[in-house]
């Protein structure tokens, strides 16, 4: 049984984050309602406004907290948190396109509460999945690329035996691990470092954990962890 470990030297650096984890089985991520996911996108683009209603685009919080987060470990410069590329799209007007269910749902979760989420297929991971501090030798082939881009030395990443699955934290996943329409287990995440969001953190996992459990079926589970909860089974 695969495990997900979050590892001492990242809680070094974030002793307080939160990372929560909805863990999928059996589910059916086949595209049937397009319109659907569309119109759930675009309902959660006009509620993502409420975080941006700062004219400096950087300063408002949801934005400035991981700004802030992405200085303590090095990152590929440019590199921004995932939440940030969602909210930049929005503000420019530029609409979030579907790509399939799983994706179409933890991005309008995203945007609804103002936190990165992302989400990769369990049956693509070797070994166990880490949160941890790249070694900077890890093989790593993003999205929509063919060429090897390894991570820095120090960068946080997410890892399993292969190789880095997703840079700069929640910047760029890996084209191995990436969500697809054959997916039938998923490993879905939300990530906090602001401790006065808790609530809404909480909230967020529990409409993304039923938004997939009411479309597309299958065994959902939630699992958060911290500093004194750093280790959980995938299944099991």
């Not at 675009?42 to 004219?55: C, I, V």
């Not at 030395?153 to 697809?180: F, H, P, S």
């Not at 909480?202 to 597309?216: G, I, P, Q, R, Y």
Request: hydrophobic residues 35%.
């Amino acid at each position: 049984m695969p495990r997900f470990i979050i590892e001492d030297d990242f809680w070094s650096l974030f002793p307080h984050a939160k990372i929560g984890t909805v863990i999928c089985q059996g589910i059916d991520n086949s595209i049937r309602d397009v319109e659907m996911y569309e119109k759930l996108l675009q309902e959660a683009e006009k509620e993502a406004h409420k975080f941006l209603s700062l004219e400096e685009f950087s300063s408002n919080p949801v934005i400035f907290v991981w700004r802030e987060a992405f200085q303590k470990f090095k990152t590929k410069k440019g590199a921004r948190c995932s939440i940030e590329a969602l909210l930049k799209r929005v503000k420019n007007g530029n609409h979030i396109g579907t790509i399939n269910p799983l994706v179409d749902i933890y991005n309008s979760i995203s945007l609804r509460y103002g936190l990165p989420c992302g989400g990769e297929d369990i049956d693509t991971f070797v070994g166990d999945i880490r949160l941890t501090q790249a070694n900077g030798n890890e093989p790593f082939i993003p999205l929509g690329s063919d060429e090897n881009a390894p991570p820095y030395e120090g960068e946080i990443v997410y890892k399993d035996d292969n190789g880095a699955i997703c840079r700069c934290w929640n910047w760029r996943e890996a084209q191995r691990t990436m969500l697809t329409e054959n997916t039938k287990n998923a490993f879905l995440c939300i990530e906090l470092i602001d401790e006065t969001r808790s609530d809404e953190f909480h909230m967020a996992l529990k409409e993304l954990s039923d938004l997939v459990s009411h479309n597309l079926g299958g065994i959902v589970k939630i699992e958060v962890l911290d500093s004194n909860n750093r280790e959980i089974t995938i299944f099991g």
